[in-house]
């Protein structure tokens, strides 16, 4: 079983800078897809970025491309998501998910079988 804990949400000012940090517990990490989600209040949660399990492939939402980066740490069963250029719209509840690695672009929340419980990132304009 992968349990899953986000870390680095806050406040930031837009234009400013936050990473999140993912740290996974479980003998299959360094197999598993990592992945972003974010959701605001009332919305659906939607994917930010994947990477594989190699860090050979690695997906961004348009929203956020060329903004955040997704990288991972296979020696600290860690996955980030550095957040550069934030923006106000940018505030919602992140989440990292798991799941099992496949060729897919994995941006489905039902790709994923294992969730963090969620860290808040308020962007002010």
């Known amino acids: 079983q992968v349990q899953l804990v986000e870390s680095g949400g806050g406040q930031a000012q837009a234009g400013g800078s936050l990473r999140l940090s993912c740290a996974a517990s479980?003998?299959?990490?360094?197999?598993?897809?990592m992945g972003w989600f974010r959701q605001v209040p009332g919305n659906e949660r939607e994917f930010v970025a994947g990477?594989?399990?190699?860090?050979?492939?690695?997906y961004y939402a348009d929203s956020v491309k060329g903004r955040f980066f997704i990288s991972r740490d296979g020696a600290k069963n860690t996955a980030y998501l550095q957040m550069n250029s934030l923006k106000p719209e940018d505030t919602a509840l992140y989440y990292c998910?798991?799941?099992?690695?496949?060729?897919?672009?994995?941006?489905?929340?039902?790709?994923?079988?294992?969730w963090g419980q969620g860290t808040q990132v308020t962007v002010s304009s």
């Open positions: 998910a798991a799941a099992p690695d496949s060729l897919g672009t994995m941006r489905r929340e039902v790709d994923y079988d294992y």
């Open positions: 479980g003998p299959t990490f360094s197999r598993r897809f």
């Open positions: 990477i594989s399990w190699t860090g050979g492939r690695i």
